[in-house]
Structure formats: structure tokens, C-alpha cells
């Protein structure tokens, strides 16, 4: 195909998904809407403190289930780390967080399919948990020691996170969540597009043939080659999710796909920002290492049992 001819096919291709998701896609901006209105990150924090009998489990489930993005989950394990709790549920929340939740979810099973979207947060928890007992592990050896790079001692915690109870969210009216609504619609549209015609356009210009060699099923390299292009590669959901899409079009593996938006997601910029914010380099390997090791078992496994799947 010339340019044009590219063009328009990467054109026909985006538009083409979009409206084989619309609706997907619809309940997930209005579930992220919901969560960000009425989740608040400090009684998050809160909650977390009060239950640090089981932690790390505790950490890893409202990771998955809240909608934190980068910024989100460096505002809770700021205040999870305001208690000096240990460290084993913030490495949990931190490899978690970033993966997924549920509107991801949802945006993810328009279009990959349901059987990948379960995949992904299913990952996403055993990673939480594993990430957990690997720091827990650590610090009872005492290799965590001043790992902290805020440290915040009981007595000198801010009253906003310990003595008083928390403001309510302010009153959410419809012409809140209309605006909300719009504002997340926008964003999630003009990335879904723009990445989706990338990714076919791209594939116009990509002989196939090399995308199967580089990423396809039943090649050995295919998914740590993948998770390690994650690492750098990776923008954000919105924009990631349809240009992998595109690329699993054009022979990309699911599990190769499943390993790129693991590392990517938990590696990108926001999420490493985060994450240094709070802590220094052993915890950050932990992180990391559960990650990249986490991506291509999860990948592996995936396109080994993706047959069964139908």
C-alpha cells in the first residue's frame, strides 16, 4: 500500500475497533468517573493503617480496586507510610496500583476480550501478593533498613492523617459528574483514537511478516523482548492498550501483549516517579524485578494456555 492507501486503512481499522467496543469503553469512563468521585485517597490510607494484620492482602486488593493513577498511589503510600507501617503491603500497592483496576478492565476487555482482561488483573493481584511477601521476606532480614526516603515518626504525623476524621468528598450534583464525564470522555477518546491509527498505520508500513517474527506465538524471545520494550515504550493505558491492539492484528501474541502492558505499566515514567518519591533503590529492584520476571511468566503462560481459551 502507498501512504494514502495506509492512511485511510489505519483510519477505517481505528474506527472499525472503536465501534466494536463503544459500549465497553462507554462503562468504563463512567466507572472511572464514579471511583474518582467517591474515592478518597485518604480514607484509603486510612484504611490501610488499621489493618496491618493482613496487609499486604488488604494493599493488594485496593490496588486492583480503586483508580489510582501514578500520582494517586504516591498520595496513599504516603500516607500508609505516615504510620511507619513495614514495608511488605507499599511494595504490594506499588506493583499493583499501576497494572490495573476497573475501569482498565473494562476498557481492556473491549479489546482484547474478557478471558485477557481477567488475565491481566489476575496477574495484577498475584504480583501485588508476591511483590508483598518478597519485601516482607527482605525486611525481616533487615536488607530494607533506611529505605525510606520520607521517613514520618508517630508523633510527628499531620493531624489531617491521624487525629481528625477526614472531610467527606464534597457533594457530587449532575452537573458534577456531567463535567467529569465530558472531561474523561475527551481525553480517553482522543488517545484511543490517535494510538489505534498509529498502530494500524504502522502496521501499513510494518511488513507483517516481522511483527510475527518479533512478537508471534511459539518464538522463545518474542515475550521477554516484549516486557523489556514495555520498560521504555510504554505511555499509558489510553494510548497503549489500542496500539498494542493494532499490533496483536498483525500477529502479536496475546502473551507477548500481556507481558508489554505489565512492565510498561508499572515502569512508566509516572509510576518510577512515584515510587522514587517514597523509596530508594532496593525497594525500587523489588518492584522491578517482580515486574519483569512477573510480565514474561504471565506471558508465557497466557499463550501457552490461549488455545483453551477458544
Avoid at 152 to 163: A, F, K, N, W
Avoid at 170 to 189: C, H, Y
Avoid at 191 to 218: D, H, K, R, T, V
Wanted: proline share 6%; glycine share 10%.
Amino acid at each position: 500500500m502507498n501512504l494514502v492507501e495506509t492512511f485511510l486503512f489505519a483510519i477505517g481499522k481505528a474506527w472499525e475497533t472503536f465501534l466494536g467496543l463503544w459500549p465497553l469503553l462507554l462503562l468504563s469512563v463512567l466507572v472511572s468517573v464514579a471511583l474518582k468521585l467517591f474515592v478518597d485517597q485518604d480514607r484509603v490510607a486510612r484504611f490501610l493503617r488499621r489493618n496491618q494484620r493482613n496487609g499486604v492482602v488488604m494493599s493488594t486488593a485496593l490496588a486492583v480496586a480503586t483508580p489510582f493513577c501514578s500520582c494517586g498511589t504516591t498520595a496513599v503510600v504516603l500516607g500508609m507510610m505516615a504510620s511507619t507501617i513495614p514495608w511488605a503491603p507499599i511494595v504490594a500497592f506499588l506493583v499493583a496500583s499501576p497494572l490495573t483496576s476497573p475501569q482498565q478492565m473494562l476498557y481492556s476487555a473491549g479489546l482484547f476480550g474478557w478471558h485477557f482482561a481477567l488475565a491481566f488483573m489476575a496477574a495484577s493481584i498475584l504480583l501485588g501478593l508476591v511483590g508483598g511477601a518478597i519485601a516482607g521476606f527482605a525486611e525481616s532480614r533487615g536488607w530494607l533498613a533506611n529505605q525510606a526516603r520520607l521517613v514520618s515518626r508517630p508523633e510527628t504525623v499531620p493531624p489531617t492523617l491521624e487525629q481528625t476524621p477526614p472531610p467527606g468528598n464534597p457533594r457530587v450534583t449532575a452537573k458534577i459528574f456531567g463535567r467529569e464525564t465530558f472531561d474523561v470522555s475527551w481525553k480517553l477518546l482522543l488517545m484511543f483514537f490517535a494510538f489505534s491509527f498509529l498502530g494500524y498505520f504502522l502496521n501499513g508500513l510494518i511488513p507483517q511478516e516481522w511483527i510475527q517474527n518479533a512478537f508471534g506465538a511459539g518464538n522463545a524471545f518474542s515475550i521477554p523482548f516484549a516486557a523489556v520494550l514495555g520498560i521504555p515504550f510504554y505511555l499509558n493505558t489510553e494510548a497503549s492498550m489500542p496500539l498494542v491492539k493494532a499490533f496483536m492484528d498483525s500477529g502479536m501474541s496475546a502473551g507477548a501483549a500481556l507481558a508489554f502492558l505489565i512492565t510498561g505499566a508499572g515502569t512508566s515514567i509516572g509510576a518510577l516517579t512515584g515510587a522514587l518519591a517514597i523509596a530508594r533503590w532496593r525497594v525500587i529492584a523489588i518492584v522491578l524485578g517482580v515486574l519483569v520476571t512477573g510480565a514474561v511468566a504471565f506471558g508465557a503462560a497466557y499463550d501457552l494456555l490461549a488455545p483453551m481459551f477458544g
